[in-house]
Nanobody
Framework: QVQLVESGGGLVQAGGSLRLSCVVSGIIVSFNSVGWYRQAPGKQRELIARMTPGGTEYTYADSVKGRFAISRDNVKNMVSLQMNSLRPEDTAVYYC?????WGQGTQVTVSL
């Protein structure tokens, strides 16, 4: 059974940082593309970060370039998203993905 369990979301002030973690079971992170999506209220889900299995290709949404960084821990079989310089517009539910599998989402709220 494939499961993705996220943690690290919460409330943070603008300019602050959060690190989202995604513990993965049933599928090997190192063998798959991994990514993070988010969905803000009233908006469509958007891809914010993605990394290929070899870690040689990264994709970031323009809105998060230079602020967010996706990473993969092959030993712990985890996916992470480091979020720095957070802005109120980053407020959304964030979803971890491994291949076609999705986590349950975790809320990130950035206050002024």
């Amino acid at each position: 059974q494939v499961q993705l369990v996220e943690s690290g979301g919460g409330l943070v002030q603008a300019g602050g940082s959060l690190r989202l973690s995604c513990v993965v079971s049933g599928i090997i992170v190192s063998f798959n593309s991994v990514g993070w999506y988010r969905q803000a209220p009233g908006k469509q889900r958007e891809l914010i970060a993605r990394m290929t299995p070899g870690g040689t290709e990264y994709t970031y949404a323009d809105s998060v370039k230079g602020r967010f960084a996706i990473s993969r821990d092959n030993v712990k079989n985890m996916v992470s998203l480091q979020m720095n310089s957070l802005r109120p517009e980053d407020t959304a539910v964030y979803y971890c993905t491994v291949n076609q599998y999705w986590g349950q989402g975790t809320q990130v709220t950035v206050s002024l």
